[in-house]
């Protein structure tokens, strides 16, 4: 175990300088074990589980329960509480100016994936290279630039098949980068959300992707071949820079 935890310490240190991620990969896990929580992990409050991200991100180890958790959504998407009547029915999202006809914010809400009420205790949270236990998703906010190459990474380890990604623009955070990949065992990539961005420090050109743990190893495998040759040649510009100069050498 303790091996196994130093070698995800030393891949998330590797993701970050092959890709020069502006902060950590941050590892989650859905505690569904009832008991004490480690004391060593702050516990939030009022707070939303985009915050809690970004917190870890950051460099915090945390824990977020269904009592410290503020979103409403997210909070039903853990299976903390049960959906408000009010977010259900669409009127919730009108009110914040996401759609204009309730009948699309039912219908976004009414195919949102969730966990069965109950099925977890609490969210740990960490930054990947500070890890003490090994988390069930990983998930990284960055430029989208940067996470180009870990959704090339991951396409290189399940063989070539095409990506898909799946988002409502809403919920990109919980839903979106956590509970997909952990319910269908797979990299799930989107946009961000009218939440994270308004919530969080998320900037404009960044966004956010999760994956399960299990795919890590080998997608360090294949960063670090990338990093060999596609990434600089890619952030190189030659070919453009060369369009450039011939423009500006036939005027």
């Given at each position: 175990?303790?091996?196994?935890?130093?070698?995800?310490?030393?891949?998330?240190?590797?993701?970050?300088a092959?890709?020069?991620?502006?902060?950590?990969?941050?590892?989650?896990?859905?505690?569904?074990?009832?008991?004490?929580?480690?004391?060593?992990?702050?516990?939030?409050?009022?707070?939303?589980?985009?915050?809690?991200?970004?917190?870890?991100?950051?460099?915090?180890?945390?824990?977020?329960?269904?009592?410290?958790?503020?979103?409403?959504?997210?909070?039903?998407?853990?299976?903390?509480?049960?959906l408000?009547?009010?977010?259900k029915?669409?009127?919730?999202?009108?009110?914040?100016?996401?759609?204009?006809?309730?009948?699309?914010?039912?219908?976004?809400?009414?195919?949102?994936?969730?966990?069965?009420?109950?099925?977890?205790?609490?969210?740990?949270?960490?930054?990947?290279?500070?890890?003490?236990?090994?988390?069930?998703?990983?998930?990284?906010?960055?430029e989208?630039?940067?996470?180009?190459?870990?959704?090339?990474?991951?396409?290189?380890?399940?063989?070539?098949?095409?990506?898909?990604?799946?988002?409502?623009?809403?919920?990109?955070?919980?839903?979106?980068?956590?509970?997909?990949?952990?319910?269908?065992?797979?990299?799930?990539?989107?946009?961000?959300?009218?939440?994270?961005?308004?919530?969080?420090?998320?900037?404009?050109?960044?966004?956010?992707?999760?994956?399960?743990?299990?795919?890590?190893?080998?997608?360090v495998?294949?960063?670090?071949?990338?990093?060999?040759?596609?990434?600089?040649?890619?952030?190189?510009?030659?070919?453009?820079?060369?369009?450039?100069?011939?423009?500006?050498?036939?005027?």
């Amino acid at each position: 175990m303790e091996t196994q935890i130093g070698t995800i310490r030393e891949q998330a240190r590797q993701i970050i300088a092959f890709l020069g991620l502006q902060a950590s990969p941050v590892g989650v896990c859905l505690v569904t074990e009832i008991g004490p929580q480690d004391n060593s992990r702050m516990r939030l409050q009022q707070h939303r589980y985009c915050q809690a991200l970004m917190k870890a991100r950051h460099g915090e180890t945390i824990s977020l329960d269904a009592s410290g958790i503020a979103c409403l959504a997210a909070a039903a998407t853990f299976g903390f509480r049960p959906l408000p009547e009010s977010l259900k029915s669409g009127q919730g999202l009108v009110g914040f100016g996401i759609v204009s006809d309730p009948e699309v914010g039912r219908k976004m809400f009414e195919n949102m994936p969730s966990l069965p009420q109950g099925k977890i205790s609490h969210l740990e949270l960490f930054p990947l290279e500070k890890a003490a236990r090994i988390p069930d998703i990983i998930v990284v906010e960055d430029e989208v630039e940067k996470l180009m190459w870990l959704n090339l990474a991951y396409l290189n380890v399940t063989g070539g098949e095409r990506l898909t990604g799946s988002t409502a623009i809403l919920q990109a955070t919980c839903v979106d980068s956590t509970i997909i990949p952990y319910l269908e065992d797979r990299l799930n990539f989107g946009f961000g959300c009218y939440g994270c961005r308004e919530s969080t420090d998320l900037s404009p050109n960044e966004t956010v992707i999760g994956f399960p743990i299990r795919y890590l190893s080998e997608m360090v495998k294949a960063l670090e071949n990338l990093s060999q040759k596609a990434i600089p040649n890619s952030r190189a510009k030659r070919v453009f820079k060369k369009i450039i100069h011939r423009n500006e050498a036939s005027t």
